[in-house]
């Protein structure tokens, strides 16, 4: 049982961020992890037979969220944009005395907001590559395993990926 409190406490936020990147609501995704730790108490010898518990946890997280998908496909809410972004009176709320800090502000919002346009605008698996390499520190492998690929796809997409953000932030001139 301690063992499983330490693994909810070090993995849960990474695998709610997870599920959230795979574009589930935050309820879907808070339901999928306790069904994930359910499992785990249900079954704790399943546990100790793991060697890297970050990607059994992304892999278990994904797996539940697409059952889950399947079972209540009509149910699902997508999320919504602007609950990731901070709002401009959110922004402005701490600091408002220094015109410089509200230049400043507004320029690193721009651009946060053309940063995620572009990551927007590439296809979900690549997203998803992006995502578990940088965000969870997954390698090639794990990812390609997870996403039922082979390594050398997982690749491609890797590089295709950065290639659009390249170029992205070319045409932007970020």
Do not use: W
């Amino acid at each position: 049982m301690m063992k499983i409190d330490r693994i909810y406490k070090e993995h849960a936020r990474a695998m709610f961020l997870y599920a959230r990147q795979l574009g589930f609501d935050r309820d879907m995704a808070l339901d999928a992890i306790h069904d994930v730790f359910c499992i785990m108490l249900e079954k704790p010898e399943l546990v100790d037979k793991v060697d890297n518990m970050h990607y059994y946890l992304c892999k278990a997280i994904r797996n539940r969220l697409l059952n889950m998908l399947k079972e209540q496909l009509s149910a699902i809410d997508l999320p919504d944009e602007t609950e990731d972004s901070n709002s401009v009176g959110e922004m402005f709320a701490e600091v408002v005395t220094i015109e410089d800090e509200i230049i400043r502000c507004e320029e690193e919002d721009a651009i946060k907001r053309k940063v995620r346009q572009l990551l927007d605008s590439l296809p979900s698996r690549r997203r998803e590559v992006l995502f578990l390499r940088y965000i969870q520190e997954l390698d090639y492998e794990p990812i390609a395993n997870m996403m039922k690929i082979p390594v050398a796809a997982c690749r491609k997409l890797h590089y295709k990926a950065m290639l659009q953000l390249r170029d992205g932030i070319e045409q932007n001139k970020l």
